[in-house]
């Protein structure tokens, strides 16, 4: 590439949402040491700071899987996605129903915490360059059991984490009525009953969900979860 190709080639621009502020701040100077040019316009701890505060979703978004919120991972994928992001999400895990569910809805790459430091900071700058990542693909998720509509998806989801909210704590959450909170429920439910598959009790739908990959098992999520 020519001096003048190089000044006219646009500048990456990487957004990273991630729940440590110890990952994120030893990414952003390796990458920066790496990456002078490199556009790290967004760094936040929940998607909810990362929503109020994005106007267009960078180059690549770097992904925290296992944020605990009302979004599941799969539809944040599929959100960037609609806006042209290349999605790498950094975690363990890569080799799961979950990982394999969220490269079908668009996730290029699922770097693994074994990379090391210096490793995770090539492998993102690949991705900002357009380059998959070698090493970090994710294999092919057969379709989902059920195909469930993405509010279905979201409640359901929330129905099935650890601790067990219940549909009129979720309807304040989301800001629906209980009823209409309940009739998702059912409706996904119904998703997976025509299909087979008996989710009658919370455990067992949770159990359907986690084999479809839209929602981790719940050992994974743990390994996650800070000491």
Do not use: N
Not at 6 to 15: G, K, Q
Not at 179 to 188: A, Q, W, Y
């Amino acid at each position: 590439m020519s001096p003048l190709s190089r000044m006219r080639a646009p500048v990456p621009r990487l957004d990273v949402v991630h729940t440590s502020p110890v990952v994120t701040s030893a990414l952003r100077r390796e990458l920066a040491r790496r990456a002078p040019r490199l556009r790290l316009d967004t760094v936040v701890h929940s998607w909810d700071d990362f929503r109020s505060e994005w106007d267009f979703a960078g180059d690549v978004v770097l992904l925290d899987p296992f944020i605990v919120d009302h979004v599941p991972l799969p539809l944040k994928i599929r959100a960037l996605r609609r806006l042209g992001s290349r999605v790498v999400v950094l975690g363990p895990g890569r080799d799961t129903p979950f990982a394999r569910r969220c490269g079908a809805e668009g996730a290029i790459a699922w770097v693994g915490p074994d990379h090391g430091l210096a490793g995770c900071a090539e492998l993102i700058l690949d991705a900002s360059r357009g380059t998959a990542p070698a090493g970090t693909d994710i294999a092919c998720a057969p379709a989902p059991t059920a195909r469930l509509t993405d509010r279905e998806l979201q409640v359901l989801g929330l129905y099935v984490m650890p601790g067990g909210y219940s549909p009129a704590f979720l309807a304040r959450l989301l800001r629906l009525r209980t009823t209409t909170v309940r009739s998702h429920l059912e409706r996904g439910r119904a998703r997976y009953r025509a299909a087979g598959v008996p989710t009658r009790g919370r455990a067992a739908l949770r159990a359907a969900m986690v084999a479809d990959g839209w929602v981790p098992e719940e050992t994974l999520t743990e390994a996650a979860a800070p000491a």
